[in-house]
């Protein structure tokens, strides 16, 4: 079995990666040239545990390659299109940016090829590619699959690896086999759908997971207001078996990153296009922007005016495991931060370079401490587990005030109890 990977971002690097690793002949296509040679040296675009690694050992092996050449599609049992689909400020998807690049391998594909899609795509997208495909296949029989992406940024190889279960949506029985061969050597649940209902699955779980995060957090501002303590509330609704010990029900920060919004969004306008009315889905991006303000508001209340003071923010990447910082809160945070005058001090794990607009604007530090010198407030921004391990005493003895931020409650108790400090966390009366 020969494996085209399309698109070497996050999911098609991990990919690709791991089904060389499985003993899987893999070529990785991007028309990037630049990150096509980094990842010919094993360098990723991004980083993610053991992603370097990986990369370089299948290399090594012989069974993992990279090109900007499409044609190397033409002799490739399956073709995995794994491209990211951008997303604009407005969370709304470039969707034409992904199918365009599967367009243009088309007439390269061998007859009996499968192509297996796990960009993000809308419902539909599959059917209009057969659609396309059949004008351009001169005899050729090519079959369409749908497996939605299911990776989580910092855990990506881990979860690949054992994902617990996979859906595979198929238009007939002859991609089956084939399929069966590729995924199944990764998780031994396959889940067999139509197309449509894989391309729904997607789109419908990170809805449930978006819906699930704004309502907790909803929940949560009202637990600030009347003297409630959220976490206290969310053990009362785990100990439920309606909602369970695993529900995606722990107050913090707002979501960040495209993946869920892209759903959401994909959603509304699949509804929206057969005059649909989806009143909880629609909230949804509204209420989770509205909650993305809450350190910036809590910030404002206590340190008004905030031109002048010193804020050090824990933590830049999106989220733990990444140095990506696409879609970033802690990014958003600290540009209204600037913008409102403050002095910015910051430190994440991986993080060394800031975008062009805050490079002269924001002090990059080397450590944790020397974020919080001086500072009147201290923000963590991404939970990175080394922060876990802060000594409150270090802390409050540097620091200019006593504020900290924790949204998600991940410091050390010892915060709560440091007199010199004053903890505030989402959904606890502060």
Not at 54 to 78: C, E, P, Y
Not at 244 to 259: L, S
Request: aromatic content about 6%; charged content about 20%.
């Amino acid at each position: 079995m020969k494996v085209a990977v399309l698109g070497l971002w996050h999911l098609g690097t991990v990919t690709a990666a791991c089904t060389a690793a499985a003993g899987v002949v893999t070529v990785g296509i991007d028309d990037n040239a630049d990150r096509i040679a980094d990842l010919s040296r094993g360098e990723p675009p991004l980083f993610e545990p053991g992603l370097a690694e990986l990369i370089r050992s299948g290399l090594d092996s012989g069974n993992l390659a990279f090109t900007t050449d499409v044609r190397a599609v033409g002799d490739a049992d399956i073709i995995w299109v794994c491209h990211d689909t951008p997303v604009d400020d407005d969370d709304q998807a470039d969707v034409a940016a992904v199918t365009n690049r599967v367009e243009a391998v088309f007439e390269h594909l061998r007859d009996g090829a499968i192509v297996l899609v796990s960009a993000q795509l809308p419902a539909g997208s599959i059917g209009a590619l057969e659609r396309t495909f059949a004008q351009k296949a001169r005899g050729r029989r090519v079959e369409f699959a749908c497996s939605p992406e299911n990776l989580r940024l910092g855990r990506a190889i881990e979860v690949f690896r054992d994902p617990g279960r996979v859906v595979i949506g198929i238009r007939n029985e002859k991609a089956r086999p084939a399929l069966s061969s590729l995924l199944g050597r990764f998780c031994n649940n396959l889940i067999w759908t139509s197309v449509e209902s894989a391309e729904m699955v997607k789109h419908a779980l990170n809805a449930f997971l978006a819906v699930s995060v704004t309502f907790s957090n909803e929940i949560a501002t009202i637990c600030e207001q009347v003297g409630a303590d959220a976490a206290e509330v969310e053990a009362g609704l785990r100990s439920d078996p309606r909602v369970g010990p695993n529900a995606y029900i722990r107050p913090g920060p707002a979501f960040a990153g495209g993946t869920l919004a892209r759903d959401v969004n994909f959603l509304r306008s699949l509804a929206e296009d057969r005059g649909l009315t989806t009143p909880v889905i629609n909230g949804v991006l509204a209420s989770n922007r509205a909650h993305g303000q809450w350190a910036l508001a809590h910030l404002r209340r206590m340190l008004q005016p905030l031109s002048g003071r010193t804020i050090g923010v824990l933590g830049l990447a999106y989220k733990p495991g990444t140095n990506t910082l696409r879609r970033s809160l802690s990014i958003e945070l600290i540009r209204e931060l600037v913008g409102a005058g403050a002095h910015v001090r910051a430190f994440d794990p991986k993080v060394t370079t800031l975008p062009d607009d805050l490079r002269s604007a924001v002090t990059l530090v080397s450590n944790s401490t020397a974020a919080a010198q001086g500072a009147d407030a201290l923000v963590v921004a991404t939970e990175w587990p080394e922060f876990r391990k802060l000594a409150a005493k270090d802390i409050a003895d540097v620091m200019a005030g006593g504020i900290v931020l924790d949204p998600g409650r991940f410091l050390d108790r010892a915060f709560a109890a440091e007199p010199r400090l004053s903890l505030i966390s989402v959904g606890r009366m502060s």
